[in-house]
């Protein structure tokens, strides 16, 4: 979850990390954040779910081979109707 943080307060503000967790994070600001900056990462840390699912990750094989088992159902599906 922190390195999800992290990856959201760099796209608008920049820093060199977080570390802690939700009960004592620390965000270290890099010397060229403005005020604008600081204040958007301050927000998303404000707006956070700690309590959102873990991302599921999957590796592109496995992306792959079940884009190509849905791409099979869908084009039997489409023998099926227009046999009919």
Known sequence: ?????????KLVC???GVSGD?????IDFRKDATVDQIAAAKAILAAWDWDAPEPVQIDQETLLSQ????VRLLRAA???LQSR
Request: proline share 4%; hydrophobic share 55%.
């Open 1 to 9: 979850m922190l390195a999800q943080l992290d990856e959201a307060i």
């Open 67 to 70: 884009l190509a088992a849905d």
């Open 14 to 16: 920049p820093i060199d």
């Open 22 to 26: 939700r009960h004592g994070l620390r």
């Open 78 to 80: 489409v023998e099926l």
